[in-house]
């Protein structure tokens, strides 16, 4: 059995980061300034404690470090560099394809580590990956014309991408361990 528990925990706290960069405007810039951070920190506090929690994850495990590790960093870069809402969208779009090249490479390793492996959690993780991309791509080629629209591109991504943790944290809950073939 899984402890998916800090994955939920994670990605709900990436969604809460989402919905605080959408109505930031209602909240305050101040408001969500403190609290999109927050959310990241949490959030890769409970994805590297999960990557703890289930050591017996091969693959998984390093992933889930550096995904944790690296939303830490992000929070702490997005907390304390940008000065203006330019800025914090480039950042989100650095990140937002940091992500999505994880993913991807995650996927390649899993299918060059030999171990048996779900197909449809492989599948998700390269949809995932390239999604975080594509957003990218589109965060960036939005904030030039318009930075509130991507101020809601940037918000409604982070927003699925927690989802998808949620989700992903459900799937995997039931999956049983093989001797570390994750």
Same mark, same amino acid.
């Given at each position: 059995?899984?402890?998916?528990?800090? !994955?939920?925990?994670? @990605?709900? %706290?990436?969604?809460?980061?989402?919905?605080? $960069?959408?109505?930031?405007?209602?909240?305050?810039?101040?408001? %969500?300034?403190?609290?999109?951070?927050?959310?990241?920190?949490?959030?890769?506090?409970?994805?590297?404690?999960?990557?703890?929690?289930?050591?017996?994850?091969?693959?998984?495990?390093?992933?889930?470090?550096?995904?944790?590790?690296?939303?830490?960093?992000?929070?702490?870069?997005?907390?304390?560099?940008?000065?203006?809402?330019?800025?914090?969208?480039?950042?989100?779009?650095?990140?937002?394809?940091?992500?999505?090249?994880? /993913?991807? !490479?995650?996927?390649? $390793?899993?299918?060059?580590?030999?171990?048996?492996?779900?197909?449809?959690?492989?599948?998700?993780?390269?949809?995932? @990956?390239?999604?975080?991309?594509? @957003?990218?791509?589109?965060?960036?080629?939005?904030?030039?014309?318009? /930075?509130?629209? @991507?101020?809601?591109?940037?918000?409604?991504?982070?927003?699925?991408?927690?989802?998808?943790?949620?989700?992903?944290?459900?799937?995997?809950?039931?999956?049983?361990?093989?001797?570390?073939?994750?």
């Amino acid at each position: 059995m899984n402890k998916t528990n800090y !994955l939920t925990f994670s @990605g709900m %706290a990436m969604a809460l980061a989402g919905i605080f $960069m959408l109505i930031s405007a209602n909240i305050g810039i101040g408001t %969500a300034k403190f609290l999109v951070p927050a959310m990241f920190a949490l959030g890769g506090i409970m994805a590297w404690l999960f990557s703890e929690a289930n050591k017996h994850h091969k693959i998984a495990r390093p992933y889930h470090l550096l995904q944790g590790v690296s939303m830490v960093a992000f929070a702490f870069l997005i907390g304390v560099m940008p000065n203006t809402l330019a800025e914090f969208l480039r950042y989100i779009t650095y990140f937002m394809g940091f992500f999505g090249l994880i /993913e991807i !490479l995650f996927g390649f $390793m899993a299918l060059n580590s030999g171990h048996k492996l779900n197909i449809s959690i492989l599948i998700s993780r390269f949809v995932a @990956g390239f999604f975080n991309l594509i @957003g990218a791509v589109l965060i960036l080629a939005t904030v030039v014309t318009d /930075e509130l629209s @991507g101020l809601l591109i940037a918000g409604t991504l982070v927003l699925l991408g927690g989802l998808a943790f949620v989700i992903f944290a459900f799937r995997i809950r039931n999956i049983k361990v093989r001797g570390g073939a994750d």
